[in-house]
């Protein structure tokens, strides 16, 4: 399988950009660097191996799978023949 594309929602992107602030004031800059830097790292094996992660659920279009891109970080994705779609990321430690 080729390299997918990767597209990110704008709830996911708010939810990482918002979470990762909270993180560097609560835990430090580097938890919240090493948070960021494997969920790179998820997404790039994610986007040449997207079966890697467990499915998740499903809708009538789509079936969405998740994987623990860190310890306290879920991405919640699904994808097509060229396209990576990051539907959601979860926390454990949250501020919302």
């Not at 996911?12 to 950009?17: G, I, M, T, V």
């Not at 993180?23 to 790039?44: D, I, P, Q, V």
């Not at 023949?81 to 539907?87: E, G, I, K, N, R």
Request: with cysteine; hydrophobic share 40%.
């Amino acid at each position: 399988m080729e390299c997918l594309r990767i597209s990110i929602s704008k709830k996911a992107l708010y939810r990482l950009n918002a979470q990762s602030a909270w993180y560097r004031e609560n835990c430090g800059s580097t938890f919240a660097k090493t948070m960021l830097e494997n969920f790179e790292k998820t997404l790039e094996i994610l986007r040449t191996m997207p079966t890697t992660g467990k499915k998740h659920h499903a809708t009538d279009k789509h079936q969405y799978y998740a994987i623990m891109a860190h310890k306290k970080c879920m991405v919640i994705y699904r994808y097509s023949q060229t396209t990576l779609f990051v539907a959601d990321i979860l926390f454990t430690d949250t501020i919302f």
